[in-house]
Antibody
Framework: QVQLVESGGGVVQPGGSLRLSCAAS????????MHWVRQSPGKGLEWVAT????????YYADSVKGRFTISRDNSKNTLYLQMSSLRAEDTAGYSC?????????????????WGQGTLVTVSS | EIVMTQSPATLSVSPGERATLSCRAS??????LAWYQQKPGQAPRLLIY???TRATGIPARFGGIGSGAEFTLTISSLQSEDFAVYYC?????????FGGGTKVEIK
């Protein structure tokens, strides 16, 4: 079965950096675009970033553009989110999600499988 | 950016009754619309994609209709496990955007 397990969250000071990982299993990772979605405590869902199945294309929310970098290692079945210049408003649970379509030219669709998430707290 | 607006924010429904949730887009998203269910402490679960196609394993009591900018999720007869928060999401254009959610609570 599809499994997505995030790690790397924690408490970081404003301006700091953190790298999140998402270990994928149960499917052919290299066939799917992957996404990061975040949810602030008690709030709704916010899409953060997407990487295409081969890693050649990336898409970002304006709120994180220039500060966050999404990447993947298809040999390790792992998705990453490098976060820098962190702000208090980046405090949230960060989940990775699989795109709902395999081997398509367009990377943005519904999210058919989600991880449980890892919590990032930005505070001094 | 396509803004997704869900209504109502909270819906109070008795078990066994029908629930109707609305989602409106600020511009047409054709049929590129998904619905998710989220329970406390859990990851969202995909219910509907393509505005009306149920995801794998989703019961038939969940139905989605609409196209363009107006969408509806209907739960025909609410079961105890259906009380949750529901989100719509458009994937017609970047950035991908979610609605603010509708909480379905027990009346």
């Amino acid at each position: 079965q599809v499994q997505l397990v995030e790690s790397g969250g924690g408490v970081v000071q404003p301006g700091g950096s953190l790298r999140l990982s998402c270990a994928a299993s149960g499917f052919t990772f290299s066939n799917y675009a992957m996404h990061w979605v975040r949810q602030s405590p008690g709030k709704g869902l916010e899409w953060v970033a997407t990487v295409s199945d081969d890693g050649s294309s990336e898409y970002y929310a304006d709120s994180v553009k220039g500060r966050f970098t999404i990447s993947r290692d298809n040999s390790k079945n792992t998705l990453y989110l490098q976060m820098s210049s962190l702000r208090a408003e980046d405090t949230a649970g960060y989940s990775c999600a699989r795109d709902g379509r395999a081997r398509t030219a367009y990377s943005g669709h519904e999210f058919d499988h989600w991880g449980q998430g890892t919590l990032v707290t930005v505070s001094s | 950016e396509i803004v997704m607006t869900q209504s109502p924010a909270t819906l109070s429904v008795s078990p066994g009754e029908r629930a109707t949730l609305s989602c409106r887009a600020s511009q047409s998203v054709t049929s590129n619309l998904a619905w998710y269910q989220q329970k406390p402490g859990q990851a969202p679960r995909l219910l509907i994609y393509g505005a009306s196609t149920r995801a794998t394993g989703i019961p038939a009591r969940f139905g989605g209709i609409g196209s363009g900018a107006e969408f509806t999720l209907t739960i025909s007869s609410l079961q105890s496990e259906d009380f949750a928060v529901y989100y719509c999401q458009q994937y017609s254009d970047w950035p991908l955007t979610f609605g603010g959610g509708t909480k379905v609570e027990i009346k």
